[in-house]
């Protein structure tokens, strides 16, 4: 069966600091992978998405970046961390295919201090 | 891009009934709803996939009006269990050529004992 793996589950930085945040899944092959952003008490603003290794697709440009190195394997990345970068960040996959449901990991709870 | 939800937040008693609409302004091909628990991912509950498409599981279901651009998600003889924030997502054509889902705000539902 497939599995997402998201990590770490929270973390604590400070303005200006560096962030990685990673994401694997198992049980599947081409997947499509997601990065979500969700302020506190928000809704669920897509940040990137890809279809293969190395072609990520933005839709919110800001300081973060994402990639995707393995076939299974989702980086989201930031040189400086803002004070607005705090939030649940959530990755997702889905199958190929223009109606596959998303399957989310178990997010990670950001907070820049 | 975003499908607009409606209405914001929903409270309810165990065992009334309440139904949730997510409408686009855009030609709507597919919509997926999810169940969000309170610090917890989202959860899949369904998609639809064609106008006059109508699904449930347990006391949950959804229809689809292709036409009127919207779908309704119905609560039947809520339970608390049923309590988090429903999501609606619509597919729309990313700038890779690539489909992403993009969600509405959410609607915060509450049933009490």
């Known amino acids: 069966s497939q599995t997402i793996h998201q990590w770490p589950a929270t973390l604590v930085q400070p303005v200006g600091s560096p962030l990685s945040l990673e994401c694997t899944v198992e049980?599947?092959?081409?997947?499509?992978l997601y990065w979500y952003r969700q302020a506190a008490g928000r809704g669920l603003q897509l940040l990137f998405y890809?279809?293969?290794?190395?072609?990520i697709s933005s839709e919110v440009p800001q300081n973060l970046s994402a990639s995707r190195p393995q076939d299974r394997q989702f980086i989201l990345s930031s040189k400086k961390l803002l004070l607005s970068d705090s939030g649940f960040y959530l990755c997702?996959?889905?199958?190929?295919?223009?109606?596959?449901?998303?399957?989310f990991g178990n997010g990670t709870r950001l907070t820049v201090t | 891009q975003q499908p607009v939800q409606s209405p914001q937040a929903v409270i309810l008693r165990e065992g009334e009934d309440a139904v949730i609409n997510c409408s686009s302004s855009?030609?709507?091909?597919?919509v997926h709803w999810y169940r969000q628990k309170h610090g917890e991912a989202p959860v899949f509950l369904m998609i639809?996939?064609?106008?006059?498409e109508q699904k449930g599981h347990d006391k949950i279901s959804a229809s689809f009006n292709e036409k009127k651009q919207q779908s309704s998600l119905y609560l039947t003889a809520s339970q608390l269990s049923y309590s988090g924030t429903y999501f609606c997502?619509?597919?729309?054509?990313?700038?890779?050529?690539?489909?992403?889902?993009?969600f509405g705000a959410g609607t915060r539902l509450a049933v009490h004992p």
């Open positions: 997702a996959w889905g199958t190929r295919g223009n109606n596959s449901p998303l399957h």
């Open positions: 049980g599947t092959s081409n997947p499509n």
């Open positions: 890809s279809v293969g290794i190395g072609q």
């Open positions: 855009k030609a709507l091909y597919s």
């Open positions: 639809l996939l064609k106008g006059g």
């Open positions: 997502g619509t597919v729309f054509r990313g700038s890779g050529g690539y489909n992403k889902l993009i």
